[in-house]
C-alpha cells in the first residue's frame, strides 16, 4: 500500500510560470514532509520541508503548502526557470516509533519547464 | 566537506557475483540509509542504520546484507547477484530527519 502517492508522473510548464506539485500521504502518523529534487545522473537532493504545525513554508521561489485535513501537500515554484526541470520527489515522516529518521517516499514527479 | 560519497559508481555483475558498496559520510551523522531507484518506483529503503554496529531491514532487504562498522561507513552487499537487483543504488545519511545523499551507484547484473 503506498503511503505517499505523487498522482502526476510528469508536468510541463513555460518558464515564468508557476510550477505547482503535488503530493497526499495515507498514514495520519506522518508530521513531516519533504521535497527532494533530482537530476539525471545524480542523488536527490533536499529542497525544503514543512512540520506538521505549519501550514506553509517558503524558500525563495519554493512554498510548500500543508492541508492536514486533506492529507495533501503541494510544491509551488514561482516562477519556472529550465534549470528547475529534474524529478521531485515527497517524502513524509513521523511512523518511526516517535523518532522521524525513517522517511518515505512517493514515485516522484517529473518536471519540464520550457524556455 | 565531502558530504555523503559512494564508491564504485558504476559496475556491471554477472549473475551469481558478488560485491559490496562503499558508502562514506563526513557529517558525523548518526542514522545511514541505502535505498534503490527503479523505473517507475520511486525510492525504496533496502535497509538502514541507526548508529555504529546496528543495522536493520527496510522495505526491500531480501538478497543483500548491510554493516556499520565505523560510524563514517555503511556497506551494501550483495551475496549473488539477480538480474532483479539491476538498478541505481543510493546511500543517505542524516543527523535526524533531513537525509543527505551520494551521487549513486548504476549496477547492472547480467
Known amino acids: 500500500d503506498q503511503q505517499v502517492k505523487q498522482n502526476s508522473p510528469s508536468l510541463s510548464v513555460q518558464e515564468g510560470r508557476i510550477s505547482i506539485l503535488n503530493c497526499d500521504y495515507t498514514n495520519s502518523m506522518f508530521d513531516y514532509f519533504l521535497w527532494y529534487k533530482k537530476y539525471p545522473a545524480e542523488g536527490p537532493t533536499f529542497l525544503i520541508s514543512i512540520s506538521s504545525i505549519k501550514d506553509k513554508n517558503e524558500d525563495g521561489r519554493f512554498t510548500v503548502f500543508l492541508n492536514k485535513s486533506a492529507k495533501h501537500l503541494s510544491l509551488h515554484i514561482v516562477p519556472s526557470q529550465p534549470g528547475d526541470s529534474a524529478v521531485y520527489f515527497c517524502a513524509a515522516s513521523g511512523d518511526s516509533g516517535g523518532s522521524n529518521y525513517k522517511l518515505t517516499f512517493g514515485k516522484g514527479t517529473l518536471l519540464t519547464v520550457n524556455p | 566537506n565531502a558530504g555523503v560519497t559512494q564508491t564504485p559508481k558504476f559496475r556491471v555483475l554477472k549473475t551469481g557475483q558478488s560485491m559490496t558498496l562503499l558508502c562514506a559520510q563526513d557529517m558525523n551523522h548518526e542514522y545511514m540509509y541505502w535505498y534503490r531507484q527503479d523505473p517507475g518506483m520511486g525510492l525504496r529503503l533496502i535497509h538502514y542504520?541507526?548508529?555504529?554496529?546496528?543495522?536493520a531491514k527496510g522495505e526491500v532487504p531480501d538478497g543483500y546484507n548491510v554493516s556499520r562498522l565505523k560510524k563514517q561507513n555503511f556497506l551494501l552487499g550483495l551475496e549473488s547477484a539477480a538480474p532483479s537487483q539491476t538498478s541505481v543504488y543510493f546511500c543517505a545519511s542524516s543527523y535526524i530527519d533531513t537525509q543527505y545523499f551520494g551521487p549513486g551507484t548504476r549496477l547492472t547484473v547480467l
Open positions: 542504520s541507526v548508529g555504529e554496529g546496528t543495522t
